[in-house]
């Protein structure tokens, strides 16, 4: 089995807080991976450590090969990243903005031009691809992001509560986007407060208090609980 | 490079696409040196003087003639002797002495050097420089019409001798003055609004996850205002010079070369400040705060730092400002070569090195 993503006893200790408590788990290649939990469980820090964006106080991590601590540089060729809070430039184009960070990524100009051209058909942004992204709507946005995320085909992408506030529309198009990079072979973490997302996942880990509570496919949780829904297993899982 | 590259041309589209900003940014140097000029340049007339007439001949007295004509100055006392200009300065009678020496008229007549010599009472710099121009003036329109009578007289040499406050402390101290606040504005305070922007946004988050080293996107994202920055400085310094009068004794090069450094040390502040903020509300207090006002209040450029007391002179120290403004004072108005200008400009770049050091360390060790 080939894993694009090893953690192990991962730490991290902010002063006295202990926001991830020697948490271990490994995804598979391919696989989309759910981190769930209540705001405050650690979500998001293990993602940005994940992304070495954060330092750990302790702990391993392996990630599309490479170790987070000694490969750091070569890591960011890697991996993509998303996260709830638009943050691509809203004063830039479409254009503007795939091009800027795919030069970044050091793509070649003809490879380049051509993912750009197949990103703005996939999301059939024709009409805007020359207004500034500030004109998009925020459903718009995030998938923009998403594809910004995706443009040097990153082997893991990291996506933090990539459709908060968006609506359920655009939030069921937002999850074929990642179902097709998901087959093309791209690894997917992505953490969520919506527990219908949670069904979408392969795979489901949930955080509370910094530690993981469980790991399992969303249908072996529910069984496990003797539940229907995620919405429980969610419930079940918090108030133990 | 290429990553350099896209990222500079992003932040002059940026730049370029908030247009308001830009005009804004670009006009404020004309508007600070207007307001500033203006408002400390005022008219004076009826300036109380005493004359000492040691000549006592018809040229002598058609030049006080003159000086009363105009309604700048008022003669309220008549001296006999030297020692008589210091008593009626300290009882506060005059604001200026002027002396003509002796054989005043057969000098001109022989086409010699005569000397008319202004003693001003410097306590108020502002009053002081107005004083003096006028004196010049005066002079210069009295060997006007001397000379249309007799034709080639030798030109006369105006002394001037400020009172009380020797070298003129602050005169013309505004365009200097202006350089540095313009540079703190659109340098240190743009520059950390900016950089707190992207942490704000969360698109820093997005670079610092991409290959490009950290250093790379401060370096894109400060070279424009840096730009910015020292067009605006020529604007002051050529609104100095042609609107202002300002001297521009020393040499283009030293100037530039003090501008740039200063530059510099604006830059490495306000990176220093988006380290510390993540807004950029907070940025810009700090930024009014920390640096703004100090460098309005404690730089010698409004008021005279001999004039505060000593705590705070000793304050005033560690504000890379004023050793900017005395720097950029001596070599414009004192055409001061380098030599001159040695110790604020090596404090000064010892500032900016611990600054850029400290301001760079901060922002590649920190988690984003």
Sequence with gaps: MEYSIIVEHLTKKFGNFTSVDNISFSVKKGEIFGLLGANGAGKTTTIRMLCGLLIPTSGTMNVAGYDVFTQGKEIRKHIGYMSQKFSLYEDLSVIENLELFGTIYKLKRDILHKRILQIIARLQMRNYAT?????????????????????????????????SGVDPLVRRDFWNMIYESASEGVTIVVTTHYMDEAEYCNRLCFMANGKVEIIGNPNDLKNNYKVENMNEVFHKISHR | MKSFRALLIKEFRHIFRDMRTLVLILTMPIVLVVLFGYTIKNEISNTKIAVLDYSNDSYSKLFIEKMTASTYFQIVKVLKSENEIEQAFQQGLIHMAVVIPRNFEENIIRRKQSEIQMIIDASNINIATTLDSYGKQI????????????????????????????????????IPGNIALIMIIVTALMTSITLSREKETGSWRMLAITPVRQLTMVVAKIIPYMI????????????????????????????????????????????????????????????????FLPALLLSGFIFPIENMPQVIQIISHIIPTKWFIIALKDIMIKGAGLITVWLPLSILSVMTLALMGLSLNKLISKNV
């Design chain 1, 131 to 163: 207004s500034k992204v500030e004109a998009l709507p925020l459903g718009q946005k995030q998938k923009l992001a998403f594809a910004t995320a995706l443009i040097h085909k990153p082997e893991v992408v990291f996506l933090d509560e990539p459709t």
């Design chain 2, 139 to 174: 002079t210069a329109s009295f060997q006007k019409e001397i000379n249309q009578q007799l034709s080639n007289i030798q030109p006369f040499d105006v002394s001037i001798k400020m009172q009380y406050n020797l070298s003129l402390e602050s005169a013309y101290m505004f």
């Design chain 2, 228 to 291: 910015i920055s020292l067009i605006c400085t020529v604007i002051v310094i050529v609104l100095g010079i042609f609107m202002f009068k300002m001297p521009m004794h020393g040499s283009i090069a030293l100037l530039s070369l003090v501008c740039v450094l200063f530059m510099f040390t604006a830059c490495s502040l306000g990176v220093l400040i988006s380290v510390y903020t993540k807004t950029q509300q907070v940025a810009m207090i700090l930024c009014m705060l920390g640096l």
